[in-house]
């Protein structure tokens, strides 16, 4: 197949529908660009991160007399004010907002597939090291507001998105996305092709890049595009040590409710320790509104410190970068948890290191697992849930020990989602029951750890 000619080109797309799809054009575009054997430059950009050919196999790429929309461009066409700048040299042109950047720190570019809850998202400290590319067009239409935050600021690098930034048309908004990310200090892009960069992520693994969005205008691509490739990436990378907290504190404001907002517990049953390696705002807030006194510590906490609030129960929290890595630290605090006989629940990052602290092993996925439609079936009763979801390492479940039981699967990937070690009192989800943004159907699970605190032993 000759894919320097337009029908190799729509056949390397996967057809006129898929063209068409991937393009957001019609089909009757299609059918005449094979009568004109050309094609629009305008749609090169897409055709190039779909399949991988150059900007010369482009039909009429000889003759055209500037390239500073295709992605190895060097000079910003009309109109474009930001680029997402990829390591392999791939420049997506498009419109800043938030913060000026002449350059973000590189970061590996992700996609989102939630439809709602980019403010939870944005502000996941799961996110840290990573640029979020929402795949849903309408972002920003809510605004913000400080109701909706899960940690102290935004983890993200920075975020991707397809249309502008329209005004916020909710009761709840108290400020506008543009102006919530330049107070933090981050960047975002407009006018890209999200369907084009998701599909790219999804087909080749998440590259690592660079959101410049320079006040002056100047563009150093070059720079930005040695610092993507440098960028050793999040294999190997200890992150939860930056965003969690430094020091212990009580928690007690539980989930938000109608009309009255967030509430306070004040007659709690239990008392929670909480291992915070980057934990999201609403986890404690379910904890509290399971009837728990909830103490926050680091990350870094030993099994000592952690034991001498004497908790009922031990929560491992989600967070950002390598298992593997926070591991070195975290495992052999949670093994002396353990080994104390105190019931541990974990969520995501805190599944794979209660994981690891059993015997397990992890790896870095290809693509990842985020948004709030993912499908996990539980093995026990053969329930599916559609969950909440947003890490990029998973357990591999052939190193499970004896007497640790996968509990919960993915009906994506077949990847593991869950493990119990009844004989520990300990089990753990690689999803988010605590959802913020994303479905409630695994809430339950709180109740099941408040159960097996209760639980004589």
């Known amino acids: 197949m000759n894919t320097t000619t337009v029908d190799g080109i729509i056949e390397a797309m996967g057809g006129a529908e898929a063209t068409a799809r991937r393009l957001g054009v019609g089909t009757e575009a299609v059918r005449k660009w094979r009568q004109a054997h050309s094609i629009p430059s305008r ?97 920003g239409n809510v605004g913000t507001n400080p109701e909706d935050t899960e940690a102290a600021g935004i983890a993200a690098r920075g975020l991707v998105i397809k249309q502008d930034i329209t005004e916020p048309s909710n009761w709840r908004s108290r400020q506008h996305l543009d102006a919530w990310l330049r107070g933090q200090g981050v960047t975002g892009i407009a006018g890209i092709d999200t369907r084009a960069l998701t599909i790219r992520i999804r087909d080749g693994g998440a590259p690592s890049g660079v959101l410049l969005f320079p006040a002056d205008g100047r563009f150093d691509l070059d720079g930005a595009i040695v610092r993507a490739k440098a960028w050793p990436g999040l294999e190997g990378m ?25 509430g306070r517990q004040i007659a709690p049953r239990h008392h929670v320790v909480a291992v915070d390696y980057g934990a999201k705002r609403n986890i404690l807030r379910c904890l509290a509104a399971a009837g728990c006194r909830v103490t926050v510590v680091p990350a870094s906490a030993s099994a000592e410190d ?123 989800v690689q999803y988010h029951p605590e959802a913020s943004p994303g479905p409630s159907d695994s809430h339950h699970l709180f109740r099941r750890f408040i159960d097996m605190i209760e639980a004589p032993t």
Request: charged share 15%; with cysteine.
């Open 43 to 139: 749609h090169w950009p897409s055709i190039i991160a779909a399949t991988g050919l150059a900007l010369a196999d482009m039909p009429g790429a000889d003759t055209i007399e500037s390239a500073t929309a295709m992605p190895d461009a060097t000079t910003a066409p009309d109109g474009a004010t930001a680029a997402l700048a990829l390591a392999d040299g791939t420049v997506f042109w498009g419109r800043g907002f938030g913060a000026h950047s002449a350059g973000t720190e590189p970061a590996e570019i992700c996609f989102n597939t939630g439809m709602t809850g980019y403010q939870e998202t944005l502000t996941d400290p799961s996110y840290a090291g990573q640029v979020v590319t929402f795949t849903f067009p309408h972002i």
């Open 238 to 262: 200890d992150l939860a040590k930056t965003v969690a907290c430094t020091q212990a504190y009580e928690w007690d404001e539980t989930s938000w409710a109608w009309p009255a907002g967030h």
């Open 306 to 428: 952690i034991l001498r609030h004497n908790p009922d129960g031990v929560f491992l929290s989600n967070g950002p970068g390598d298992p593997a890595a926070t591991g070195a630290y975290a495992v052999p605090a949670i093994q002396g948890v353990l080994a104390a006989g105190k019931p541990i629940f974990g969520i995501c990052l805190g599944h794979q290191l209660l994981s690891l602290a059993l015997g397990g092993r992890t790896y870095k996925l290809a693509r990842g697992h985020r948004g709030a439609n993912q499908p996990v079936k539980d093995l026990a009763t053969g329930r599916v849930e559609i969950t909440s979801q947003n890490h990029g390492f998973a357990v591999d479940p052939q190193s499970l020990p004896e007497g640790v039981n996968v509990t919960h699967v993915s009906l994506f990937d077949g990847s593991n989602e869950g493990i119990a070690a009844p004989a520990r009192r300990a089990f753990s």
